[in-house]
């Protein structure tokens, strides 16, 4: 499982002492060859932490030899000084890998180093304790170390994530972090993606951007988009196997939809997973629209907290979109009761069983034949209680 | 204070049956004239109710002699059945309102009396007690009927909310109702404001238009927006005063600002209020979008609950929206201490005082001069509680 499942790669998960609980909150990639191509994609939030600006940057190269990641602190919006810890750590994961002797041809290079953070905004990293960490890290990098990497990146997470598919003689592994902060474009994730397949960079942009467009881009926990997304592939090619493109998309896809459903199941405060289907849509764009809206609404995600199958807040919602539909003509099932038919009152909703941690939310636009599918989270007291009690 | 302030208008508030509690739920505003000149805005929602499908179209004569209103139900999504109710609605007070002897020139008539209902959405109101009630309302019509009529429209409010501005001879004044799914365009409010100018219809709407705009159209307490949302005003001409049309647009916006800021000021479950001002935008629009987007972001609602000034989430915010800026040139102050400079960190956090109900957040976007105010409320347990406990 996690970034270790393929080959090619070593991992290590450390406590550099950036957290102040002690837990682990140091982890490192390193891909040992022997290719390195690479891509990512990254938050669309206009405010930018410094290490997506730093990553976005490297990646320009489509290479990467490493990645490192902290929790503990998200490094955002700590202006040139937060920049210039990311080039600092990035610098001296590369220096720590060439002293250890992890070869890369021509010796590790900063500029192939990927670097992530997540935790507060607007506070600066302790490097102090972070660059020795990097040290601890390196000395502790194994095949094995896939699992420590994940546990090392979660911040509220109750448990790490990982996922894999392997086919033929390739893998493509993965390990994610998030809980909160969770909505599109992307979550309040990091996500790092290795695979042993022979791809280049661009083949790997490609099956990455397909598969997170309807993947972590339809996660919508809490409509809160972070500032430090980031999900990046690693390819080192150490299989010798260059798979089917459409083989090899899949594998990713169905990665990036097991991590996001791991997501989605672990949010901040969540006693549901809501699966919200949005069909007869006119575009699929229109399917997105309507199925974010319905996600995003604090009195249905209430309502479905409470086992209530209020599926006119559902309706309420579709009216603020822009989406191609009639009032008259909208449909709505609840875990499959269609409680609402022609914009109005369908079956009993007294029919509707509610006692199950996933809801299943069907909207019917009748406009059209595209449809996309939306998770959220309902809203809880203890959802309020995790994000007010502290900063995060 | 509330409705029957200006000369001209009597009203009553009931209890009819249509609440399952007993309580006040029919309330009755009419307009004795000699003018009966009416404008009205209306929710956004493209989903909207029945009553304001009726009432836009008995608006489109630019007149109202009274107006109905019901809490306990709010005939939204119930199809042609919820239509056929408001029309029988206003064809009952019409009838009821000409056997009691109250003349209009050549009676009252269905096509000039609006309706408005409040209450959960996808069930159909009780005619069989609605109806009987409108008899018992115009029964107790009386020139001091405001406060009952204010009182009948609640529903989850804890108070009832009621504001007036008199100059000279002439005066406005109003009641209104809201207190969840506030959110814009409008909030989840029915709102009858009264006046005895003498001013035609075309003058009302553009005072009513320009008051809203920059009042109701500025509240979200909680991003969610309601299919019932309607604001009338009523003009009876008795005080036979014309006002200069600036000063009658200031006491109309006078009005629904006090009147929005009662709405904020007892939203669902809320423990603080919030106050969102944009400077420094290149556009209003621009500051209102942004102002939106602080004011729906859940984990600063949630962090400003537990008095924790967290910028961090303000900053998120404000990158998700297209206004312009550039991030490293965002301020933020909470309570006068500005937080964040410059994109990074500004004065220290602990000096803000967060004990106090109101917050106050100013976020600089250094683009240009123009600025907008938007008021929202923090996220709590209660709301989350008052939501999820039963269907509203």
Same sequence: chains 1, 2.
């Avoid at 935790?119 to 302790?126: A, D, M, W």
């Avoid at 309040?188 to 022979?198: E, F, I």
Wanted: net charge negative; proline share 3%.
């Amino acid at each position: 499982m996690s970034v270790t499942a393929a080959q090619g790669f070593t991992a290590a998960g450390i406590a550099a002492g950036i957290k102040e609980s002690g837990g682990p909150d140091l982890a490192l990639v390193v891909n040992q060859g022997p290719r390195s191509a690479a891509a990512g994609v990254f938050t669309s939030n206009r405010v930018k932490a410094a290490p997506v600006l730093w990553t976005e940057q490297v990646l320009k190269g489509g290479e990467l030899s490493a990645v490192v990641l902290n929790s503990g602190g998200a490094n955002a919006c700590t202006g040139p000084q937060g920049f210039q810890d990311t080039h600092a750590t990035a610098e001296k994961v590369a220096a720590s890998l060439n002293t250890a002797g992890y070869d890369e041809t021509g010796g590790h290079d900063a500029g192939r180093i990927a670097v992530c953070s997540t935790g507060l905004i607007g506070v600066t990293l302790p490097m102090d304790k972070l660059l020795p960490g990097v040290d601890t890290a390196v000395a502790q990098l194994t095949p094995h170390g896939g699992e420590k990497a994940a546990i090392a990146i979660k911040t509220t997470d109750s448990v790490h994530k990982t996922a894999q598919v392997s086919q033929d003689n390739w893998t493509v592994g993965g390990m994610a972090k998030g809980a909160g902060m969770l909505a599109p474009g992307l979550a309040t994730m990091l996500v790092v993606l290795t695979t042993d397949a022979d791809l280049p960079a661009a083949e790997l942009d490609r099956a990455l951007r397909a598969a997170t467009r309807t993947t972590f881009d339809r996660v919508d926990s809490d409509g809160c988009m972070s500032t430090n997304d980031t999900v990046l592939l690693l390819a080192s090619g150490a299989s010798g196997t260059v798979p089917d493109t459409g083989d090899f998309a899949e594998a990713v896809r169905t990665v990036c939809a097991d991590l996001a459903r791991q997501l989605i199941g672990d949010a901040e405060g969540a006693s549901k997973d809501i699966r919200i289907e949005v069909v007869g849509a006119a575009s699929e764009d229109d399917a997105v629209e309507v199925g974010r809206s319905i996600a995003r609404n604090n009195l249905l995600k209430c309502a479905l907290h409470g086992e209530d199958p209020n599926w006119g807040r559902v309706l309420s919602a579709i009216g603020t979109t822009s989406a191609a539909f009639e009032p008259d003509q909208l449909n709505v099932a609840i875990n499959d009761i269609w409680v609402c038919k022609n914009g109005s009152v369908g079956e009993d909703r007294d029919l509707v069983d509610m006692r199950y941690r996933e809801v299943r939310i069907t909207a019917d636009l009748a406009a059209g034949t595209e449809s996309a599918v939306i998770w959220a989270n309902d809203l809880t007291a203890d959802y309020v209680h995790e994000n007010s009690a502290y900063s995060s």
